[in-house]
Antibody, heavy 116, light 113 residues
Framework: EAHLVESGGGLVKPGESLRLSCAVSGFTFSDAWMNWVRQAPGKGLEWVGRIKSKIDGGTTYYAAPVQGRFIISRDDSKNTLYIQMNSLKTEDTAVYYC???????WGQGTLVTVSS | DIVMTQSPDSLAVSLGERATINCKSGQSVLSSSNNKNHLAWYQQKPGQPPKVLISWASTRQSGVPDRFSGSGSGTDFTLTISSLQAEDVAVYYCQQYYDVPFTFGPGTRVDIK
């Protein structure tokens, strides 16, 4: 059974940075194309970005609101997905999920609050 | 970007009755390379992550009750709950994975009447 555990969330001020991690077990992480999805309080789901497997090039893609500020990476030796979030804005406040999306694996999420 | 819309925004259905949620994409999500619709349906209950119910527009995920079904092709899709149960109270989202940026519909809240 797949298990995804996000960590690293917390309260930060606008303009600051934060790195989230997602530890994965239960499937072959190195083969998986992974995504980050976020959900602002009381709002819907928003795709943030994805990273392909290294064998497929490791290419990253980002949603427009985070392009140039967020960087997704992976460490297949640690079965861990990351998202480096820079220049955070109040509108980045959300629960961040790591997920394989339609393949069905989702973490429980970690809350990021950006507030002065 | 492919814009996803859903209707209705919310609905209330009696226990045992049918619930129908519609999803429309701004452009076709039917791939000519695999002849599949790149469309998924998710269920989200309060305080929980989303759970995928349906992928490829009509393929039910393992363990999902058969009262949930997906249909449609191209730009118009439907999620049907054939006989609503109390545990089906949730928000339902459609999502296209035909092209990045992947996009979700705004969600449909389902309650018991």
């Amino acid at each position: 059974e797949a298990h995804l555990v996000e960590s690293g969330g917390g309260l930060v001020k606008p303009g600051e940075s934060l790195r989230l991690s997602c530890a994965v077990s239960g499937f072959t992480f190195s083969d998986a194309w992974m995504n980050w999805v976020r959900q602002a309080p009381g709002k819907g789901l928003e795709w943030v970005g994805r990273i392909k497997s290294k064998i497929d090039g490791g290419t990253t893609y980002y949603a427009a609101p985070v392009q140039g500020r967020f960087i997704i990476s992976r460490d297949d030796s640690k079965n861990t997905l990351y998202i480096q979030m820079n220049s955070l804005k109040t509108e980045d406040t959300a629960v961040y999920y790591c997920t394989t999306l339609w393949y069905g694996d989702w973490g429980q999420g970690t809350l990021v609050t950006v507030s002065s | 970007d492919i814009v996803m819309t859903q209707s209705p925004d919310s609905l209330a259905v009696s226990l045992g009755e049918r619930a129908t949620i519609n999803c429309k994409s701004g452009q076709s999500v039917l791939s000519s390379s695999n002849n599949k619709n790149h469309l998924a349906w998710y269920q989200q209950k309060p305080g929980q992550p989303p759970k995928v119910l349906i992928s490829w527009a009509s393929t039910r995920q393992s363990g999902v009750p058969d009262r949930f079904s997906g249909s449609g092709s191209g730009t118009d899709f439907t999620l049907t709950i054939s006989s609503l149960q109390a545990e089906d109270v949730a928000v339902y989202y459609c999502q296209q994975y035909y092209d990045v940026p992947f996009t979700f519909g705004p969600g449909t809240r389902v309650d018991i009447k």
